[in-house]
């Protein structure tokens, strides 16, 4: 299963998910230390554009694609930026972040149990 692309994509937004808590934790662990500015991740739109691939045409009767479309093996980037901690912000950003963990993992067991039940005899 881990061939389908709703997995693929589920399970590299969980990565850039990581980078981005761990980014998160690190500005809040810094927040006190002097001349320390806060680091971001790039967007997960970035991440998915940065390796395009084609779409595959799995019967004759298909459409062809006209490009590229966004691929899954791009890699999040953290970037340092001029800005000093915002304790507010990183807060906002961890609850953002558990939504998002949320909804990654509802969407990907939610297609799980949908192959599991076409997979039943």
């Known amino acids: 299963m881990s061939s389908l692309p709703i997995f693929s994509l589920a399970s590299k937004q969980a990565e850039w998910l990581t980078v981005r808590q761990q980014t998160v934790a690190n500005n809040i662990a810094n927040a006190q230390t002097p001349d320390y500015k806060a680091a971001e991740v790039s967007p997960f739109q970035a ?19 006209a490009g590229n479309v966004g691929g899954v093996n791009g890699t999040a980037e953290v970037i340092q930026t001029e800005k ?17 963990y949320e909804l ?15 997979a039943k005899p």
């Not at 912000?89 to 972040?97: A, F, H, K, P, S």
């Open 104 to 118: 990654n993992t509802s969407i990907a067991k939610a297609f799980h149990r949908m192959i599991l039940s076409v």
């Open 84 to 100: 000093p901690v915002s304790m507010e912000r990183e807060i906002v950003e961890q609850t953002e972040l558990r939504q998002s």
């Open 47 to 65: 991440v998915l554009e940065e390796t395009p691939s084609t779409l595959r045409r799995t019967s004759p009767l298909h459409l062809t694609s």
